[in-house]
Every structure is written in structure tokens, then in C-alpha cells.
């Protein structure tokens, strides 16, 4: 399945952690990179989203409502590259 915009949620803590710092950098990268691919959307501090996608840590990342998430890290491009290819974006 091939999915044309890719909605990527990054969540960082507030005040931010140094991982989540960093994430927020590598969000910028993704929304330059994916310009026309992905929706980028940034959550600072609680949110309604965190509950909903069954988080328990930050830094965290959640590609199209949580089809893929990662959490307790700040994943590189390369990983994160990786899961919009696994989600047919290149």
C-alpha cells in the first residue's frame, strides 16, 4: 500500500530534553526533506495524541496514527528514512 502524504508526529517533552532538542531539529530535516509527503506535527509537553497512541515515553515519533511508533529514543534521518520507506515514501 502506498500512502501519498504521510502524517509523522514528533513529541518532546516541556521543557524539552536534550533528546527531545534534537528531535525537533531532526522534525525541521523531515518537513524540508518530505515537504510535499508528510505532515509534520509537533507536540510540546502532555497532549490528547500521547494518550491516544498508548506513549509512555519521549522523545517519541508516530508515523500515520501509530502504524509505526518509536519512543524512549531520538531516531537518526536513517531511521526515520527507513520508516517512510517501509510506508512506500521515497
Same mark, same amino acid.
Given at each position: *500500500?502506498?500512502?501519498?502524504? /504521510?502524517?509523522?508526529? &514528533? &513529541?518532546?517533552? @516541556? ?7 534534537? +528531535? ?5 530535516? /523531515? ?9 509534520? /506535527? ?6 490528547? @495524541? &500521547? ?11 508516530? &508515523?500515520? @496514527?501509530?502504524? /509505526? ?7 537518526? *534521518? @536513517?531511521? +526515520? ?10
Amino acid at each position: *500500500m502506498v500512502i501519498s502524504m /504521510i502524517k509523522v508526529e &514528533f &513529541f518532546v517533552a @516541556e521543557p524539552p530534553c536534550a533528546g527531545c532538542v534534537d +528531535l525537533l531539529k531532526t522534525a525541521d530535516e /523531515i518537513a524540508k526533506k518530505y515537504a510535499k509527503k508528510a505532515q509534520v /506535527i509537533k507536540h510540546l509537553g502532555p497532549c490528547p @495524541e &500521547f494518550e491516544k497512541y498508548g506513549l509512555t515515553m519521549v522523545p517519541a515519533v508516530v &508515523f500515520e @496514527e501509530g502504524r /509505526i511508533m518509536l519512543m524512549g529514543v531520538c531516531p537518526d *534521518m @536513517e531511521t +526515520l528514512t527507513g520508516c517512510f520507506l517501509e510506508l512506500g515514501v521515497e
